[in-house]
């Protein structure tokens, strides 16, 4: 199994940028394809991003189409989401977690398909 732990959140307005990692711990980081998620106040957890196992395909929610890189270094066993031009409705906590696949291929954007989760990291933008 691996154990994801996320980093980096915090407060920032509108407009400005944020980058949140999740370090990982545990079996091969390799094996895994990764994903972001985040969950509002009141809100359902909803899909960000996601990466292939080597990082040569991603996948975006539209609400971060354009504004939002998801990005990993294989060597560092971490995930990194780069987020820019934020906006007040980004506010949310947001999760990484690891999807174990057997193919370079496969990327996932829904939350069953992920094995393990990370605890959150709170993103707050403020107007």
């Known amino acids: 199994q691996v154990q994801l732990v996320e980093s980096g959140g915090g407060l920032v307005q509108a407009g400005g940028s944020l980058r949140v990692s999740c370090a990982a711990s545990?079996?091969?980081?390799?094996?895994?394809?990764m994903g972001w998620f985040r969950q509002a106040p009141g809100k359902e957890r909803e899909f960000v991003a996601a990466i292939t196992r080597s990082g040569g395909i991603t996948r975006y929610a539209n609400s971060g189409q354009g504004r939002f890189t998801i990005s990993r270094d294989n060597a560092k066993n971490t995930v990194y989401l780069q987020m820019n031009r934020l906006k007040p409705e980004d506010t949310a906590v947001y999760y990484c977690a690891a999807d174990l696949v057997y193919s370079d291929r496969i990327i996932e954007t829904s939350m069953r398909e992920y094995d393990y989760w990370g605890q959150g990291t709170q993103v707050t933008v403020s107007s």
């Open positions: 545990g079996r091969t980081f390799s094996d895994y394809a």
